[in-house]
């Protein structure tokens, strides 16, 4: 691992710890910072990162585990959806990591991501949600709805591929000024 690999791991590991106090908050972190290698890479020269969807994913490991860390503490329907999705979202992980194929995490996409945010949100701001079997698989189908849209213009249409952080720093400076 090159240095630059170093530190970008050092700062997923570290955006990641506040999921374990709050779990709101820091699932918004976490994910938050799971974005800020893209400007890392763009602006540290520290050797540059070796196979970046692989490193990418590996990291994404740390953020999910403490998530689900959390998750096993809730009860009911949340607790056992959240490790369902997990257990999915690993086999998609390692199918990816054997094929090296994007178009694999769209096949196992990584709902537990958004689930958790439901979860954690309904914990924090809307404590009436009723986890009766039908408003579960509503808000379940909204967040796999959701994550499946994200996953396609990630790894499918990779919408975003022919951008650098570079890119969208110079483009939002441009709005602003």
Known sequence: MT??????LAAR???????????????????LVDLSDLFLR???????????QSFDKWCDQ???ALFLVVALRWEGPARAIAAALYAFRMVGFV?????????????FPNVFEFWFLFVAFTKRWWRGFSWRPRATALAL???T?????????????????????????????????
């Open 141 to 143: 189908a909204g967040a």
């Open 42 to 52: 763009a602006y540290l020269d520290l050797g540059g990162v070796r196979n970046y």
């Open 145 to 177: 709805a959701a994550k499946l849209f994200h996953e396609y213009t990630l790894h499918v249409g990779r919408w975003f591929d022919s951008f650098t952080a570079r890119d969208v720093v110079e483009w939002l400076a441009g709005l602003v000024t």
């Open 3 to 8: 240095l630059e690999m170093w530190v970008i």
């Open 62 to 64: 740390v953020y999910l």
């Open 13 to 31: 590991v570290a955006g990641s710890l506040p999921v374990l106090r709050w779990a709101l908050a820091g699932a918004v972190l976490a994910i």
């Open 95 to 107: 199918l990816f990591e054997l094929t090296g194929e994007r178009w694999v995490l769209m096949l």
